[in-house]
């Protein structure tokens, strides 16, 4: 069994194109369309992969896209599970608007996956011989599953001492915090969510992240702040990283990208200082890539060096 292993409980054919300008009620003639992997574990998995982590891809697939989709990660020689599901996998939209830089995307809800089918998911984790050091459960939940699956995960993960990365939102969120994780990426929205207050001020995101830490539903808070960085928050520290200026291709697989960074180091033994400093390096990289190409492990390497990380050791 790999170090690490990737859930993604609702994978997608990602699509994407190019234009000069989105505008309503117009045939928009875009450019030639690309086609990649997606979905967050997904993503996360092939990102690892390119970085040299021994890791596993455990993710549901149905009908011709699913096909796609396997063919796909074949050709990136990314090791995959596959659990089959009888529905069709979903596709992704995103358009690109080549003279403001802003992406476009249009995110289906999925397949609606059968209660055997997302048992399997379970089962697969739990009859593991050797449980992973590391399981990366990242993306949304498709119609059919319950809103505690996350925490059931989050609840096998504990059992078999693996550490469990979560990067989710919503009902499904908090359910699995209520359960414990050890680490999981926010966006300020949906630490917004879960804290129920508005935190317009770097002081309230580190309090409400804190609380978090404190009251043992993570062991670790890596709040993504997108142009402005990222803030982590544990038990013994605060570290805070400005945003990298890159040339932005695309911002889509760049969250999935900064977990992919922090995970590999982790994984490698290294501090949080330079797990978040390499989780930077990936998420600046993946802007630099059209589409869902996420990073080039090159430009990791050289944008890790631009990584400048202010810490605030706790007693």
């Known amino acids: 069994m790999p170090r690490i292993l990737t859930l993604t409980m609702n994978p997608a054919l990602d699509v994407s194109t190019s234009i000069a300008k989105v505008v309503p009620a117009h045939k ?5 369309s690309i086609q990649h992997p997606g ?3 997904v993503n996360v998995a092939r990102v690892l992969q390119r970085l040299g982590c021994d890791c596993q891809a ?8 699913g096909q796609v989709l396997r063919r796909l990660l074949d050709g990136e020689q990314l090791r995959q599970q596959v659990i089959d599901i009888s529905a069709e996998t979903r ?3 995103s358009v690109h608007e080549t003279s403001s830089g802003m992406d476009y995307r249009f995110v289906l809800p999925g397949p609606t996956v059968q209660r055997h089918e997302w048992e399997a998911c379970l089962a697969y984790i739990a009859a593991l011989d050797a449980p992973p050091r590391y399981l990366v459960a990242s993306g949304g939940l498709p119609p059919g599953v319950p809103t505690d699956f996350y925490a059931r995960v989050a609840r096998l993960a504990g059992e078999r ?3 469990l990365i979560l990067d989710t939102s919503g009902p499904a969120l908090a359910a699995a915090l209520a359960e414990g994780v050890y680490l999981f990426k926010p966006s300020l929205r949906e630490l917004r969510g879960l804290s129920g207050l508005p935190l317009t001020t770097e002081a309230e995101w580190r309090e409400a992240s804190r609380q978090i830490v404190q009251a043992g539903r993570a062991h670790i808070v890596v709040l993504s702040l997108g142009e402005e960085g990222a803030l982590l928050v544990s038990a013994d520290c605060v570290l805070r990283s400005q945003g990298l200026h890159v040339q932005v291709a695309s911002t889509i697989g760049a969250g999935d990208s900064l977990v992919a960074g922090l995970v590999w180091a982790l994984d490698q033994g290294h501090a949080l200082e330079e797990a978040l400093r390499c989780g930077m390096a990936a998420g600046a990289a993946a802007l630099l890539s059209a589409g869902t ?5 090159a430009d990791v390497r050289r944008l890790r060096e631009e990584v400048v990380i202010t810490i605030d050791a706790k007693s």
């Open 161 to 163: 001492g693996t550490r």
């Open 28 to 32: 928009l003639r875009c450019a030639a």
């Open 39 to 41: 979905g967050g574990g």
């Open 91 to 93: 596709e992704s939209f």
């Open 293 to 297: 190409a996420l990073c080039d492990p």
């Open 58 to 65: 455990l993710y549901l697939a149905g009908g011709a896209n």
